[in-house]
Antibody
Framework: EVQLVESGGGVVRPGGSLRLSCAAS????????MSWVRQAPGKGLEWVSG????????GYADSVKGRFTISRDNAKNSLYLQMNSLRAEDTALYHC???????????????WGQGTMVTVSS | QSALTQPRSVSGSPGQSVTMSCIGT?????????VSWYQQHPGKAPKLMIY???KRPSGVPDRFSGSKSGNTASLTISGLQAEDEADYYC?????????FGGGTKLTVL
């Protein structure tokens, strides 16, 4: 079964850090681009960051640029998001999503995980 | 990085057709053939319905279709069914990043 399972969310104070993980299974992980997409409670979808199949190309939303870092380990079939200098507005459910293509930029996210919740609060 | 513009809500009766819009700019929707649409039911992960403007992933009914004209993309659902009631989000490539619309709530009357 094709599956993405996120982990690593939790409650963190403003200014703190968290590292999210996404474990992929059921498909050839290094054939696909991957992204993180978040959804604040009661709000819409927001693309956060993406990475191409071999990690050679990455992109970030302006709202997280300089604070978040996306990476992947194809040997472990895993995607990561290192989040530093967290703010209250980063509170959201974070989904990892597989792109239909080897790149991440075309926004054709055909497989989604159920998400991991990040709450930034003092 | 501005979000794409979608109407907050649309509605239709079972069996009817509805079309929802997604307005961008020449830097995103108008500049590339990479517009996608997602359906999201409450408490569920989004589901890809359309990609590359008008392509349907396997398993998506052909009642769902996508198109684009200039800076505006559209999703049309024909033969509306009760289970189509959901939030719909458009998404576009924008050069070096990806941008979503604010979402449209579809109500089936």
């Amino acid at each position: 079964e094709v599956q993405l399972v996120e982990s690593g969310g939790g409650v963190v104070r403003p200014g703190g850090s968290l590292r999210l993980s996404c474990a992929a299974s059921g498909f050839t992980f290094d054939d696909y681009g991957m992204s993180w997409v978040r959804q604040a409670p009661g709000k819409g979808l927001e693309w956060v960051s993406g990475i191409n199949w071999n990690g050679g190309s990455t992109g970030y939303a302006d709202s997280v640029k300089g604070r978040f870092t996306i990476s992947r380990d194809n040997a472990k079939n895993s995607l990561y998001l290192q989040m530093n200098s967290l703010r209250a507005e980063d509170t959201a459910l974070y989904h990892c999503a597989r792109d239909h293509y080897g790149d991440y930029k075309r926004g054709a996210f055909d497989i989604w995980g159920q998400g991991t919740m990040v709450t930034v609060s003092s | 990085q501005s979000a794409l513009t979608q109407p907050r809500s649309v509605s239709g009766s079972p069996g009817q057709s509805v079309t929802m819009s997604c307005i961008g700019t020449s830097s995103d929707v108008g500049g590339y053939k990479y517009v996608s649409w997602y359906q999201q039911h409450p408490g569920k992960a989004p589901k890809l319905m359309i990609y590359d403007v008008s392509k349907r992933p396997s398993g998506v009914p052909d009642r769902f279709s996508g198109s684009k004209s200039g800076n505006t993309a559209s999703l049309t659902i024909s033969g509306l069914q009760a289970e189509d009631e959901a939030d719909y989000y458009c998404c576009s490539y924008a050069g070096s990043y990806v941008v979503f619309g604010g979402g449209t709530k579809l109500t089936v009357l």
